[in-house]
Nanobody, 122 residues
Framework: QVQLVESGGGLVQPGGSLRLSCAGS????????MGWYRQGPGKQREWVASITAGRSTNYADFVKGRFTISRNNAKNTVDLQMNSLKPEDTAAYYC????????????????WGQGTQVTVSS
C-alpha cells in the first residue's frame, strides 16, 4: 500500500524557519517526481516546489529564494526547508508523488499525503 506521511509542521513567527519531511513507502521512491503543495484558509491547493527523479528542482515564484526542496532516495524522503516565513505561507502542506509510465498509452500514478499544518503568526 502506498503511503506518504508528512511531518515537521508547527507554529512559527514571521521570519522563522521550518523543515518539513515526507516519508514514502509502497513505491519505488527514486522513480517518482516528488512535490510539495499547500492549501491556505479559503484557498485552493497550489503547487509549491518539485524535484524530479533526476534531482531537477522547480519552485513557485512566491517561494523562490526562501524554500529548498531536496530528496534522499536511500531514506525514501523528500524535505522542504522553509526560511523567511511569511504569514501568507500559513497553510496545510501536502506531499505528492507522481510518475508517468508508458505501457501502450501514458498512465499517471499520483499519490498524496495527509498534510501537515504550518502556521506563521506573531
Amino acid at each position: 500500500q502506498v503511503q506518504l506521511v508528512e511531518s515537521g509542521g508547527g507554529l512559527v513567527q514571521p521570519g522563522g524557519s521550518l523543515r518539513l519531511s515526507c516519508a514514502g513507502s509502497g513505491i519505488i521512491f527514486r522513480d517518482y517526481t516528488m512535490g510539495w503543495y499547500r492549501q491556505g484558509p479559503g484557498k485552493q491547493r497550489e503547487w509549491v516546489a518539485s524535484i524530479t527523479a533526476g534531482r531537477s528542482t522547480n519552485y513557485a515564484d512566491f517561494v523562490k529564494g526562501r524554500f529548498t526542496i531536496s530528496r534522499n532516495n536511500a531514506k525514501n524522503t523528500v524535505d522542504l526547508q522553509m526560511n523567511s516565513l511569511k504569514p501568507e505561507d500559513t497553510a496545510a502542506y501536502y506531499c505528492n508523488a507522481e510518475v508517468v509510465i508508458f505501457p501502450s498509452i501514458p498512465v499517471t500514478y499520483d499519490y498524496w499525503g495527509q498534510g501537515t499544518q504550518v502556521t506563521v503568526s506573531s
